[in-house]
């Protein structure tokens, strides 16, 4: 039997508490009152909402890293929007217990494939390909995962370029549970002449058009039984889209020059850097194509969103360049460096910085400032200032939404010690030295916003 913590709030019910235990071990989940397990789902079960509540949920779930089911033990304890507020705080989903049977299997189904999920993310398959702990990140992934093991219909991935949409769909094929299934077939759009687009999807027979000098089976046949792959979709002609909806339709093609039907079953996995569906309200991409390849959608998020994974990236390709060594640390001034700089290309950015400064750097010790090139040389002064950029256009938005110069004072230092105490793994003492402040002002500031809350 699988298990998973438990952490009751408020409720002076211990019968009820004992009942919860004993229909979730029915179902086939045991729940142990041993407080929150980082890593592990878990379920916080209370009897009414409260700012404490909801404090413990974002550091029982580290603001949404760790999966917790919130459980009201009355079902007068959720009024309003409250349920949305604790989603807000950290819960991955919220439900009444009400006694019955099938509240309990609810709870234990969902703990059960977070609990899968998240063993996946654990597995080496993703963790030595798709490198990573940031909140952005495992969210991301999470996703992927529960729409390649749990779903067969089109995904389509959106994200910038750089980002990793083509190893997400090599990790959506490789965990499709479809027995025998056959080849990833990747087709990259951009790179699709338009005179020979349907030769490159339908396939052609022999004489089909001048140069034709045999048959040739195109993507969609050979994608027949596995996965065929779309980059950058949005890049695809109007009237191809037209006919890639009555395949993805009908699952039915002609090769070119033929008049014969022929079947496929593969599973579509598009992706995009664009704004497809701003694209769709300007008439640039198909109404009807859109909803049919957006079954499940996926967004990677930037590298510019998932700071806290540079340097984790930055270790992994330098074990690449030299497989079996242990690669070389960074100095301080390096790994801030690192952090700091903004990466336009994302990842693929990053991977060119690390391999032009890891070839340059020689010798025992770390990597040092000498060994960054000089065309990468922040402009003594002006770069790194942690004010520009998003921060700006985070301000930006807040003034033009309303808020005033105390309530964006007030949000900036919240978020600034919920990251310093969950970058600390709640650690008060590191995460006020992190700060700047004492232990006591910080535990005296976090009683403060919760009264106040």
Sequence with gaps: MRSAWVHVVGAEDATAVRTLVDAVAAAGLSLLPQG????????????KVTPDLCELLREQS??????????????????????WALLHAGAADVLTWDRSPMIARQIAARLERW?????????????????????AWTAALRRIVEIAQFTDGPVLIEGESGTGKELAAQLIHALDPRPQKKELVVVDCTTIVPELSGSEFFGHEKGAYTGAVGLRDGAFAIADGGTLFLDETG?????????????????TYKR???????????????????DVLGEVEQGAFRRDLYYRIANARCRLPPLRERA??????????????????EPPMLDEQVRAYLRNRPYPGNVRDLRQLVTRI???HVGPGPITVGDVPDDEWPNPGGAGDWREGHFEEAVRGALSRGA??????????????????????????????????????????????????
């Excluded at 890049?235 to 699952?251: C, D, G, I, N, S």
């Design 358 to 360: 890891f070839y340059r």
């Design 404 to 453: 005033g110069l105390k309530d964006i004072g007030r949000a900036a230092e919240d978020i600034a010690v919920r990251l310093a105490v969950d970058d600390e793994d709640g650690n008060l003492q590191r995460a006020a030295a992190r700060l700047g402040v004492t232990d006591r002002a910080l535990q005296m500031r976090r009683a403060v916003r919760r009264q106040l809350d």
């Design 256 to 274: 070119v020059g033929g008049n014969t039907w022929h079947k496929t079953q593969f599973r579509l996995v598009c992706a995009t850097n664009r």
């Design 62 to 83: 580290r603001a949404g890293l760790d999966r917790v089911l919130a459980l009201a033990l009355r079902g007068d304890a959720l009024v309003g929007e409250e349920a």
């Design 235 to 251: 890049e695809l002609p109007l009237p191809l889209q037209a006919q890639l909806l009555r395949v993805v339709q009908e699952k």
């Design 115 to 135: 609990a899968i999920i998240d063993e996946i993310l654990r597995s080496n398959l993703v963790e030595k390909n798709l490198i990573g702990k940031s909140r």
């Design 308 to 325: 806290d994974d540079v340097l984790l990236l930055a270790r992994h390709f330098m074990e690449c360049l030299r497989p079996g060594e």
């Design 36 to 47: 929150a397990a980082p890593g592990r789902p878990g379920l916080v079960a209370f009897d």
